[in-house]
């Protein structure tokens, strides 16, 4: 039955990983099936039915895909019994964090040059634009540009400290799961959010161009408008 072939199957990789060996895994071709095997220990058969068929998949492919898991399954198992792996991992952490407190001071140093630059960089351009046209948005100008520079530079902080927690949780096998689900769960919300952006780009586009036209007309009609005294 099924579950006989799972429990059968569960029980000889738990034995072939506790066995010593090279942990290489191999798919073989027999009357019955797709053997799986790991160094040339036998474990499990694929067979015809197993593959979802409906979606396209072949047995060869599901067979693939096991043998994937298992060389996996086999190397978290040999990584948890070594003390010399955790040691590394530690010491890979340990070097990563130091590499993120140092690159988090040069960013905070770079953004305070960069930020009074660019400020003043700004300001001597707008003196030769009409105040009058643009009033007080002229005089912004220069503090909106460096808080845009700080948001970009924090979004690049954002964007390292997510690398710098991805490839901590990835050094440990306990913690290794919720790396990948991070990944796969930052990777999908991304995507879903770059297409909705580039979706609306068009309509915010227009409505950018359609407000600031208003804007500008008002301004000047407010500019060269005459009072009108009874």
């Known amino acids: 039955?099924?579950?006989?072939?799972?429990?059968?199957?569960?029980?000889?990789?738990?034995?072939?990983?506790?066995?010593?060996?090279?942990?290489?895994?191999?798919?073989?071709?027999?009357?019955?099936?797709?053997?799986?095997?790991?160094?040339?220990?036998?474990?499990?058969?694929?067979?015809?039915?197993?593959?979802?068929?409906?979606?396209?998949?072949?047995?060869?492919?599901?067979?693939?895909?096991?043998?994937?898991?298992?060389?996996?399954?086999?190397?978290?198992?040999?990584e948890r019994r070594d003390p010399r792996a955790a040691i590394d991992a530690l010491l890979r952490v340990a070097l990563a964090?130091?590499?993120?407190?140092?690159?988090?001071?040069?960013?905070?140093?770079?953004?305070?040059?960069?930020?009074?630059?660019l400020s003043g960089h700004v300001s001597k351009r707008v003196e030769g634009l009409a105040p009058a046209l643009f009033g007080r948005w002229l005089e912004r100008l220069p503090v909106l540009a460096g808080r845009a520079l700080t948001l970009c530079f924090w979004t690049v902080g954002m964007a390292v400290a997510y690398a710098y927690l991805n490839f901590s949780l990835s050094q440990f096998v306990l913690t290794r799961p919720a790396a990948e689900r991070l990944s796969s769960s930052l990777g999908a919300t991304g995507g879903d959010a770059m297409m909705a952006v580039a979706a609306s780009l068009p309509g915010i586009f227009v409505a950018m161009i359609i407000f600031l036209l208003a804007w500008v007309a008002t301004r000047i009609v407010s500019r060269s408008s005459v009072p009108v005294w009874a």
């Open 97 to 117: 964090t130091v590499l993120l407190v140092l690159a988090m001071v040069a960013m905070v140093k770079l953004q305070a040059r960069l930020r009074q630059a």
């Open 1 to 78: 039955s099924p579950q006989e072939r799972v429990d059968g199957a569960r029980k000889r990789i738990e034995l072939a990983i506790e066995q010593p060996g090279e942990g290489w895994t191999s798919a073989r071709p027999t009357e019955q099936g797709i053997q799986i095997e790991i160094d040339s220990k036998p474990l499990f058969l694929v067979l015809p039915g197993d593959a979802n068929t409906l979606a396209g998949e072949t047995p060869e492919d599901l067979a693939n895909q096991a043998t994937r898991v298992l060389q996996k399954v086999w190397s978290e198992a040999r």
